[in-house]
């Protein structure tokens, strides 16, 4: 009998030895409901439970094309941010590599930040598929408000991606790669950040780096500040930022983006309109200004109402801010004279 089980035993640990890892290119697709080429992954396609994954994340992301991201597409082809090829700084960010790659879709490199841990996405083959079922549902979770408006609720997000192995912002990250038409071409990560290498839809090698960071004042944000340093100067993207550069605690922080950015790219909820000194940038408006949501109120920007009342720029087209109907879509564009 023992001398029967031998050859099974070692072609089992065979097996289990010759295994290749699945791609980071097919764990993003995988999550992102798309099809893969890894032949393991491809046989977990085949469950009725990630078929149901895919059809919900497809029936949504096709409903937000036609919503939205077609209309941004649009503005960005009439806009220089269509041409800019260098760094890309969009803070308080969290995954939402979505806009930066819409808005900026040419950029040699994206920094990305947030207090959301980078967590990971492991080895799917090699996870119960129960706890695939499980994980994917959270993931799905937290991408519902942003497929639903156009931004995260972060305590909402946090709360869906520390439930289980493929948490954190990885999985969001490679959601918006996947579906956006990115190629994969290497995932390292280094304590709180991650680096992606990947080629853009239109074949150009990019990078994305997203790191776990506070930047408060006194945050400790040293190094994460000296490393966007070193690829400054770039664009800065701001949306859906608490209107915490409205704040002297994140003076540090805001200052850091006047002084290193060729061209600001934001909703009003970035650097408040009265941090743009008239005689060193040149402010475009576009869209309407109504004010914050009620949630954030008490940051209403009379002086940035009056430039709106005085401008009347032309509808936007499309959603930027918190307010998610398109009729509210504001966008503020700053470069320096």
Not at 57 to 76: A, P, S, T
Not at 237 to 257: C, G, I, P, Q, V
Not at 266 to 286: E, M, T
Request: proline content about 5%; hydrophobic content about 35%; overall charge positive.
């Amino acid at each position: 009998m023992k001398t029967r089980l031998l050859p099974a035993l070692l072609l089992a640990c065979t097996a289990s030895f010759l295994h290749a890892a699945p791609s980071a290119d097919d764990l993003a697709k995988f999550v992102a409901g798309m099809p893969v080429r890894d032949s393991a992954l491809d046989a977990r396609e085949k469950d009725t439970n990630w078929i149901g994954h895919a059809q919900v994340l497809d029936k949504k992301w096709n409903k937000m094309e036609q919503r939205q991201l077609g209309h941004v597409r649009d503005w960005v082809r009439g806009n220089e941010t269509s041409r800019f090829g260098g760094t890309v700084f969009y803070m308080f960010s969290g995954p939402d590599f979505l806009y930066a790659q819409l808005l900026f879709p040419n950029a040699s490199t994206y920094i990305l930040c947030g207090t959301e841990p980078v967590g990971s996405v492991p080895d799917i083959t090699q996870m119960a598929p129960q706890n695939v079922v499980g994980d994917l549902t959270n993931v799905r979770t937290a991408l519902d408000t942003m497929l639903t408006t156009h931004y995260f609720i972060t305590k909402d997000m946090r709360v869906d991606l520390t439930r289980g192995n493929i948490g954190g912002t990885l999985p969001i990250l490679y959601f918006f790669l996947a579906r956006t038409g990115c190629t994969i071409q290497s995932t390292k990560q280094s304590g709180p950040s991650v680096e992606i290498d990947f080629h853009g839809p239109s074949g150009r090698s990019q990078t994305l780096y997203y790191v776990k960071t506070d930047l408060s004042n006194g945050g400790g944000n040293e190094q994460f500040l000296s490393f966007c340093k070193k690829h400054a100067p770039g664009a800065a993207l701001l949306k859906s930022a608490s209107y915490l550069l409205h704040e002297d605690s994140f003076s540090k922080a805001r200052n850091w983006l006047l002084s290193n950015s060729s061209i600001i790219v934001q909703d009003d909820s970035g650097i408040p309109y009265r941090a743009f000194d008239q005689k060193r940038w040149n402010v475009r408006l576009y869209g309407t200004y109504t004010g914050p949501i009620s949630l954030f109120s008490k940051n209403y920007q009379s002086d940035l109402g009056a430039a709106y009342a005085r401008e009347k720029p032309a509808p936007l087209g499309f959603a930027f801010g918190y307010a998610w109907q398109v009729d509210k879509g504001l966008l503020i564009e700053a470069t320096p004279k």
